[in-house]
């Protein structure tokens, strides 16, 4: 085997420039070295980005193979960066079939899966059940609400405090709905608890000021002050509404309490008086909505020291709310961790925190670590002894802290056969939303620094022509010298922004990059549409462009995509749609929700008040029952399926079945049905969690949240700005506040100093509170950067930002601002496009209009010529399925024809079902099998009772109870209604085995095989009956033999094949 040089390695890779490349040739080397597929671990953060990667390894190699051209690339990179000898077209092929034969073991996985496959091997040790299930998205909302039901609903001593807790969590507040509110809380704050449970820190005034936090002041301190000021309002000159402001000012604070609702005329006028509360302890102070008042000194003396007292009144009711909230999560959590997660359900954050909570053991690679860490070669399928973490930038302080032991002993490691390598981009760390930390990356390097023999940046595009990164580099160049961004925002981009250039096969890579800004008042969405007419993505040929619009809400991109399609756009919104809203989905919920619960007036109503789906209410009781027979026989699924097809009509323009919210509500039923639940409750709620991406057929343009386009490219990318909302550095007076100290050391997360919950005016008037808030908004303003920097390098040709005219007053900067001050330049007069409804001043333009009107792509070179393969003819497969080989049939179910055949079919088809279900007697008890068939199959009552009493009655034989006793010894493999397709000579053979038992030696190699064949045929009480039974099915029973001896490679003395006659209760060799 060749040698290469294999070095931990560090890459910045900034947006295009072939990361994932990187990664692929790095698997291509250790493969090259001998490194099976198995021993490689590649670890990203999404499904879709793993699959990604093992994608484009497989068609990296399968490239090299066949094309001459792609081979010397792989060579060329392979020999500059590992060292190692040129690879051959069979050694590729070779590699490749490696790759493909190992699939279902290989590496490359999310570190979600990682941590699952972790927990799977340790659960003893970590304190979870064996059999854990990872929860879905409705499940998890649904036990989130059982949870809350049930903390409100308990005993007097059980929910007592945690009443206490709600009402200090809401104190000052007025609230209607109790459990949505509280269920907001749980969502949005549980995140915080996890990583901070200690309730020291929670609205604890000692740690946010120390020995001196703002203490209340006395009534009669207050009163006195109080009465200085009005005494001296009456020689101020102002106008009568200026005076009556500032006596409800005076007197608000004087009668003020934590618990105090302010009136919104007295809440006005204290906000400016707090945020501009310095202006008080200057000669001429200046107050907004009193510039021309001259507020003498000894009325802005005693003012201030009333202003004291509102401060701690505040101060207050924020800390007690702190505290609430953190009593609230500390119940829930108990609740949560009894009921949910130690009975083996978990998500995929309960998996790093078990992972990671204090008293876990750390994880371990090797057997000689300290006797607290888990010794995870030993269990994990597998030994990984190369490590690589793409996407570091949004890994999370926990899930580092999962692995961090294990990639430290790779760095540890001297002997030349481990590696590490990480690779991502800071600027496009997204996800902090998430718990992503962009400081981990640098952290880790500087805790690496000599152990990483390769650390370097690249900012070479291999996607965006000259003129989008032209635009790129003009817009994010700026950043580092912006005076209105936070110095702290500006020195981290500082650190990390490197001028963009572009790969030299692109550099004549024709392109357009505009600024379009959109005159006040007009439609948004129309000026998008106008873009995307101009240039008309879907017409281009010989292959339409691709084409993004990219917002930053949902609610926007269902709105704008919702528009563009009006307009005769063909566009598609790719993100979580909430469908349930749309009026047949809701009529149809409405009447399933109605088949369980009649009594539902208001669900009844509902049917009947929507035209479209009012014809299928049940006309009668029978009917009725009949609906509910069909659910628990089709599903959800089958029934809508049913239904909609009933509605059907020949007008297109009149077929409610062909709406895509249609589409979805049936894809949400086939989900939920495999569940096997038949609940239509339970079935509503999981509709109103499904989110399911409208997938765009080619030539449309897909419209999609800027994060959700992480990782994609597109010909053209359109991103419309907002000149509403919150600016950059607008600081988040509503969400919770979390102080931070100076990390300890690389990798470990800072410490949380405290959390404050919706600090409100404290974050603009009390200098401790506005120095933090003001230090976590320097980093949300760099992840608002960070957003639309990804958002600008997805496109690769055109790059059009639309933004609204500026306003002429406007506090609160904006990307748009930022976009335009680097862009704009006011040497020429712009131009304008426009199409009669909208129009568009052209303040920004590079390149020009020859990237989508030039002349299509010249038709590719033919290909080389290929000596013909000789061909022989042969026909076509003939189809034969042993089951219908079966002799005359003599011992019918039930009598042949009619409801009785139909009934005798069905009554055979549900023994077959609960059969299957059947393992061995000795490993679940039969009772619990029953239950489980019956919960999920759905039979009718009847069937199911006379299914049951029959399969018991059976089981009485001592023949049939032999069939279902596990054998003494090595455990056995077994097949249980395992269907098969094989090829025997020109016949396609396919069946399905009802039960089989395999029997392998101690290297895995089969030996012996049984198969069992159940009949639930009326066979007759004479010997004469059952030897005729047998000879009927011995043509289908020599085909099972057959198939079973080719699929498990064995001889026809090693294959016993048995029919399994139930209602006598014998078993006879066939």
């Known amino acids: 085997m060749p040698t290469a040089v294999i070095h931990n390695t560090l890459i910045r890779a900034s947006a295009g420039t072939g990361k994932t490349h990187q990664l692929v040739c790095r698997v291509i080397a250790l493969l090259e070295c001998g490194v099976p597929p198995e021993r490689i671990l590649a670890m990203t953060f999404t499904r879709a980005a793993a699959g990604d990667i093992f994608d484009k390894l497989v068609r990296q190699l399968a490239a090299a193979a066949m094309q001459a051209s792609d081979l010397a690339a792989l060579n060329a990179f392979l020999g500059r960066e590992f060292h190692l000898p040129p690879l051959t077209p069979g050694r590729c092929c070779g590699l490749l ?36 299930t990872i929860l879905d998205e409705h499940v998890r909302a649904r036990e989130r609400e059982r949870i ?178 953190h009593a609230i999560l500390e119940h829930y959590e108990r609740e949560y961790h009894r009921r949910v997660r130690s009975s083996g359900r978990l998500t995929f954050e309960d998996l790093t925190w078990v992972l990671t909570r204090e008293d876990s053991p750390r994880l371990a690679s090797t057997a000689d670590s300290e006797a607290d860490r888990l010794y995870v070669n030993y269990r994990l399928d597998g030994t990984f002894d190369h490590w690589a973490v793409d996407e570091f930038q949004d890994t999370s302080r926990r899930q580092w802290q999962a692995v961090a032991g294990l990639i430290d002993e790779i760095m540890q490691d001297d002997s030349g056969r481990r590696s590490f390598f990480m690779v991502g981009d800071v600027k496009q760390a997204i996800y902090g939303w998430r718990e992503g930390d962009r400081r981990l990356m640098g952290e880790v390097a500087a805790q690496y620094r000599e152990r990483f023999a390769r650390q370097f940046a690249t900012a070479e595009s291999w996607r965006s022509s000259p003129i989008v990164l032209d635009a790129v580099n003009a817009v994010f160049d700026r950043i580092a010298g912006h005076e209105r961004l936070p110095e702290g925002t500006r020195e981290a981009w500082r650190t990390t922004w490197e001028r963009h250039t572009p790969a030299p096969r692109l550099s004549a890579m024709p392109g357009q990059a505009a600024f379009l800004e959109l005159d006040a008042g007009s439609d948004p969405d129309a000026a998008v549409a106008l873009v995307l007419r101009r240039i008309q993505p879907w017409a281009h040929r010989p292959e339409p462009f691709t084409a993004a619009v990219l917002v930053r809400a949902n609610e926007q991109g269902q709105s704008l995509a919702e528009s563009l399609s009006a307009a005769g756009i063909p566009a598609v919104w ?383 034989a001592p023949a049939i109870r032999g069939v279902f006793t596990r054998p003494q010894g090595r455990w056995p493999e077994l097949w249980r209604e395992r269907a098969f397709d094989l090829i025997a000579g020109d016949v396609w053979v396919s069946g399905v085995f009802d039960r089989v038992v395999i029997e392998r030696d101690a290297a895995g190699t089969c030996r012996r095989a049984t198969l069992y064949d159940f009949k639930t045929d009326r066979v007759g009480p004479r010997p004469s009956d059952l030897k005729a039974a047998v000879r009927r099915y011995r043509d289908q029973i020599a085909g099972y033999r057959a198939a079973l001896e080719k699929l498990c490679a064995l001889g026809p003395s090693d294959v016993a094949a048995r029919l399994v006659f139930l209602v006598p209760g014998r078993v006879e060799e066939a």
């Open 574 to 956: 790719e993100g979580d749609s909430a469908f349930a809203s749309f009026p047949v989905v809701g009529a149809l919920l409405a009447l399933l929700h109605w088949l369980q619960h009649p009594g539902d007036t208001f669900a009844r109503e509902h049917v009947c008040m929507v035209p479209a789906v009012a014809p299928l209410m049940p006309p009668d009781p029978p009917a009725h029952l009949c609906e509910l027979s069909r659910l628990q026989a089709l599903g959800f699924a089958g029934l809508l399926e049913s239904w909609l097809a009933r509605l059907a009509t020949p007008d297109p323009a009149n077929r409610p079945g062909d709406a895509p919210e249609i589409r979805l509500l049936l894809a949400a039923a086939r989900v939920f049905d495999a569940t096997g639940r038949r609940d239509g409750i339970d079935f509503r709620e999981f509709v109103n969690t499904f989110r399911a991406p409208d997938i765009a057929p080619a030539g449309h343009v897909r419209v999609m949240t800027v994060h959700h386009s992480k990782g994609l490219e597109f010909d053209l990318v359109i991103l419309p700005l907002s000149g509403t909302g919150a600016g950059l550095t607008t600081i988040d007076t509503q969400g919770m506040l979390v102080c931070e100290e100076t990390a300890g050391g690389p990798g470990t997360a800072p410490r949380v100093k405290w959390l404050l919950a919706a600090p409100g005016l404290l974050a603009k008037c009390d200098p401790v509170v506005r120095a933090a808030a003001e230090a976590q908004m320097e980093r949300d303003c760099f992840e608002e950067l960070c957003t639309y920097y990804v958002a600008m390098t997805r496109a690769r040709k055109g790059l059009y930002l639309v933004v609204p005219k500026a306003p002429e007053k406007g506090e609160a900067l904006r990307f748009g601002d930022l976009a335009r001050q680097a862009l704009v330049g006011g040497e020429a007069p712009p131009a304008e496009w426009s199409d009669g409804e909208v129009r568009l001043s052209v303040l920004y333009e590079r390149g020009g209009a020859a990237w989508y009107t030039g002349v299509a792509p010249a038709p590719p070179a033919p290909p080389a010529a290929v000596p013909p393969v000789p061909v022989q003819p042969r026909p076509r497969y003939a189809r034969r399925a042993p089951s219908a080989q079966e002799g005359d049939r003599a011992f019918p179910v039930v009598p042949a024809g009619g409801a009785e055949a139909d009934s005798g079919r069905e009554f055979g088809s549900a023994m077959h079902s609960l059969l299957c279900r059947l393992e061995w007697l000795d490993t679940e008890p039969l009772d619990a099998v029953l239950a489980r068939w019956r919960q999920a199959a759905g039979w009718p009552e009847d069937l199911a009772a006379r299914v049951e009493a029959e399969f018991r009655r059976c089981l009485e």
């Open 97 to 132: 079939r490696a790759v493909l034969g190992q699939a279902h073991r290989n590496g490359i996985c999310t570190l979600d899966s990682f941590f699952a496959s972790v927990v799977r091997a340790f659960p003893l040790e970590l304190g979870i059940a064996p059999d854990f």
């Open 148 to 325: 809350l039901r049930g903390l409100l609903a308990g005993g007097g001593a059980t929910v007592a405090p945690f009443i206490e807790a709600f009402r200090q969590s809401t104190f000052g507040r007025e609230q209607v709905s109790v459990h949505r509110l509280l269920s907001g809380f749980v969502e949005t704050y549980r995140k915080h608890f996890l990583r901070v449970p200690d309730g020291e820190r929670w609205g604890n005034g000692a740690a946010v000021w120390g020995a001196r936090p703002p203490a209340l002041q006395p009534e009669t301190v207050r009163g006195r002050a109080a009465a200085d000021c009005l005494k001296a309002l009456d020689a101020i000159r102002m106008t009568e509404n200026q005076q009556a402001n500032l006596r409800l000012l005076v007197t608000g604070v004087r009668d003020m309490t934590p618990e105090t609702q302010a009136a919104p005329a007295f809440r006005k006028t204290l906000e400016a008086f707090l945020e501009e509360r310095p202006q008080l302890r200057t000669p001429e102070p200046r107050i907004t909505g009193f510039l021309r008042v001259q507020l003498p000194p000894a009325f802005c003396a005693r003012l201030d020291e009333l202003l004291d007292h509102a401060v701690a009144c505040l101060a207050e009711a924020r800390l007690r709310n702190t505290r609430g909230l």
